[in-house]
């Protein structure tokens, strides 16, 4: 099959406002994204799924708080607030998200010690989530993405994606960013530089 698979990332409750881990305008993407899913016959959603212990929250660090960096055997990581724990409200998918022809929800982060911002590779870049087996055993050799966070996990999926030889698109309209410290411009600055595409959502669908 040679139609891109469309990887829907993190649309949880808890990036969305009134969540542990707001991202501004989370929830804008959720209308946006089931107007484009009917198009796309392989839909692939990703849930950020951690155990309550997971280290890349501040709360496990002694005076440690949410937004500041650490230095981990991996490289830096940001403390976050508790978010999107196993099993609870927080982590399900927005509820108004449509999709109902998605294939497969993939979890990750679900180790306690490394992080996964990526749909296919941990923060350790070296423990792998499977995906690319998936996409490649489906014959799948393009991907689109949208969700949250642009900075964070739709931006290092898509550098990843590059990386196991995916073509990679990112809708930037379908997506809204943390922006950290700058970290929306050297996030575009990165995938750009990893080969990944930028759209718009009216580019994609037809008109
Ligand atoms: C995310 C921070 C921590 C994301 C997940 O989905 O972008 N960001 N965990
Ligand atoms: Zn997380």
């Not at 040679?2 to 929830?27: E, K, S, W, Y």
């Not at 055993?137 to 689109?144: F, I, K, P």
Request: some cysteine; hydrophobic content about 40%.
């Amino acid at each position: 099959m040679n139609q891109p698979t469309l990887l829907i990332v993190d649309v949880q409750r808890d990036f969305c406002p009134g969540g542990a881990l707001a991202v501004p305008g989370g929830h804008e993407v959720v209308p946006l994204i089931n107007s484009i899913a009917r198009h796309y016959r392989q839909v692939v959603l990703t849930q950020d799924w951690h155990s309550a212990d997971h280290s890349s929250f501040a709360s496990q660090h002694d005076g440690c708080v949410p937004f500041q960096t650490k230095e981990k055997h991996y490289g830096y990581q940001v403390l976050w607030p508790d978010h999107c724990l196993q099993g609870t409200d927080g982590a399900a998918l927005h509820p108004d998200l449509d999709v109902p022809h998605a294939q497969l929800i993939l979890r990750k982060g679900i180790h306690r010690h490394v992080d996964s911002y990526s749909t296919f590779l941990e923060a350790d870049r070296v423990t792998r989530t499977g995906l690319d087996g998936w996409l490649t055993s489906h014959g799948v050799s393009e991907v689109h993405i949208c969700g949250l966070a642009t900075d964070f996990c739709v931006a290092w999926t898509a550098m990843d994606a590059r990386r196991f030889g995916f073509g990679a698109t990112v809708i930037e309209d379908a997506c809204r960013a943390i922006d950290l410290d700058g970290s929306l411009a050297r996030a575009w600055a990165a995938m750009a530089a990893a080969g990944v595409r930028r759209a718009r959502l009216a580019d994609i669908l037809p008109v």
